[in-house]
């Protein structure tokens, strides 16, 4: 509980951060990047597959909680799975997301943390999430992932090729209890309520009234701020 307290606490106090006037640092040298944990991103890019790796092409300034007092100009590579920091002379790091916790919250105001999770193959992985809300020691995650599209080739001379490509999936959400593993969200809403033993029959009960979707990521914001509500009302 100690621990979520202090990551929840860290996740608000760098939401609020004023960036006005600070300078934008670019990792000039392996030395530091190495004592902030990071390793040099994977450069090479394939000519032969259209589209991005990123959510967002360009880089967004942002800060990260284990440097909260500087600016960094950073990208989310939904395909490796990977925040990538700008570094000096077109070179680029990714954060150590095995390492302890990471808060990246940009100025734009979205926000990442790196987490441990359940893939749908019941594997241990670990990567970035973007935080959609949190609700004291549950927080609400979302999964952006890029795959590729392998080549489709031509079934007729009436016909073209079709070029390997990078295709954005569908987001998946998760819930995160603690420092916990995060698991995705379940289809079922009563499987989904057990998640909260003390609040199960109102938040049933919300979700029946609300017309509640669980796949609709408003609907799961609106359900944790409910959650969070019933949870302050009851003290």
Same mark, same amino acid.
Do not use: W
């Given at each position: 509980?100690?621990? =979520?307290?202090l990551?929840l606490t860290g996740?608000?106090?760098l939401?609020s951060?004023q960036a006005? =006037?600070?300078?934008?640092?670019l990792?000039p040298?392996?030395?530091?990047?190495?004592?902030m944990?990071?390793?040099?991103?994977?450069r090479?890019?394939n000519?032969?597959i259209?589209?991005s790796k990123?959510?967002?092409?360009n880089y967004?300034?942002?800060?990260?909680?284990?440097?909260?007092?500087i600016?960094?100009?950073?990208?989310?590579?939904?395909y490796?799975?990977?925040?990538?920091?700008?570094?000096?002379?077109n070179?680029?790091?990714?954060?150590n997301?095995?390492?302890?916790t990471?808060i990246?919250?940009?100025?734009?105001g979205?926000?990442?943390?790196?987490?441990?999770?359940?893939?749908?193959?019941?594997?241990?992985?670990?990567?970035?999430?973007e935080?959609?809300?949190?609700?004291g020691?549950?927080?609400?995650?979302?999964k952006?992932?890029?795959?590729?599209k392998?080549?489709e080739?031509?079934?007729?001379?009436y016909?073209?090729d079709k070029?390997a490509k990078?295709?954005?999936?569908?987001?998946?959400?998760?819930?995160?209890v603690?420092?916990?593993?995060?698991?995705?969200?379940p289809?079922?809403?009563?499987?989904?309520?057990n998640l909260?033993?003390q609040?199960?029959?109102?938040?049933?009960?919300?979700?029946?009234?609300?017309?509640?979707?669980?796949?609709k990521?408003?609907?799961?914001?609106k359900v944790?701020?409910?959650?969070e509500?019933?949870?302050?009302?009851?003290?």
């Amino acid at each position: 509980m100690k621990k =979520s307290i202090l990551l929840l606490t860290g996740i608000v106090s760098l939401f609020s951060f004023q960036a006005i =006037s600070q300078q934008v640092v670019l990792i000039p040298e392996r030395t530091f990047s190495r004592d902030m944990g990071m390793n040099t991103a994977e450069r090479e890019e394939n000519p032969n597959i259209e589209g991005s790796k990123y959510i967002y092409e360009n880089y967004q300034q942002a800060k990260l909680s284990t440097h909260p007092n500087i600016l960094f100009n950073v990208r989310y590579n939904a395909y490796n799975d990977d925040i990538e920091v700008q570094g000096a002379n077109n070179t680029s790091y990714a954060l150590n997301k095995y390492g302890g916790t990471i808060i990246v919250t940009m100025l734009t105001g979205e926000n990442y943390i790196n987490s441990k999770y359940v893939d749908d193959k019941e594997n241990i992985k670990t990567g970035f999430f973007e935080v959609l809300n949190t609700s004291g020691d549950f927080f609400l995650l979302k999964k952006q992932t890029v795959f590729v599209k392998e080549k489709e080739i031509a079934k007729t001379t009436y016909h073209k090729d079709k070029p390997a490509k990078y295709v954005k999936s569908s987001d998946e959400y998760f819930v995160k209890v603690n420092d916990l593993t995060a698991n995705k969200i379940p289809k079922k809403n009563k499987e989904f309520a057990n998640l909260f033993p003390q609040e199960k029959e109102a938040i049933l009960s919300f979700i029946k009234s609300e017309k509640i979707k669980l796949k609709k990521e408003e609907d799961l914001i609106k359900v944790f701020k409910h959650i969070e509500k019933l949870r302050k009302d009851s003290k």
